[in-house]
Nanobody, 124 residues
Framework: QVQLVESGGGLVQAGGSLRLSCAASGGTFSSNVMGWFRQAPGEEREFVAAISRNGFSTDYADSVKGRFTISRDNAKNTGYLHMDSLKLEDTAVYYC?????????????????WGQGTQVTVSS
């Protein structure tokens, strides 16, 4: 059983940056793919980014390509989402997730473990 705890959310002005962290415990972090999803008010949760077990492969939603970077440090059992050039529409609760399959899954149903989420609010 993997437990995930997100941190690093907060209030930031449009155009600014934030780095989210996802600390994993209770399992072998390096055996899991990691993903980030987000849910804005009144919207369904959507895929943001994912990274393979070894960190060599990544995938991003079109809306964040070129602005967000996903990474991981398996030695620290921690994943990251670095967000640059933040926009008002990036405001959401951000969740990290972990899963055992191969590749870089982009669907919620492919993930087994979820964190509680961290709020990111982008202001004008």
């Amino acid at each position: 059983q993997v437990q995930l705890v997100e941190s690093g959310g907060g209030l930031v002005q449009a155009g600014g940056s934030l780095r989210l962290s996802c600390a994993a415990s209770g399992g072998t972090f390096s055996s899991n793919v990691m993903g980030w999803f987000r849910q804005a008010p009144g919207e369904e949760r959507e895929f943001v980014a994912a990274i393979s077990r070894n960190g060599f492969s990544t995938d991003y939603a079109d809306s964040v390509k070129g602005r967000f970077t996903i990474s991981r440090d398996n030695a620290k059992n921690t994943g990251y989402l670095h967000m640059d050039s933040l926009k008002l529409e990036d405001t959401a609760v951000y969740y990290c997730a972990a899963a055992a399959p191969m590749g870089v899954p982009t669907k919620e149903s492919q993930y087994d473990y979820w964190g509680q989420g961290t709020q990111v609010t982008v202001s004008s």
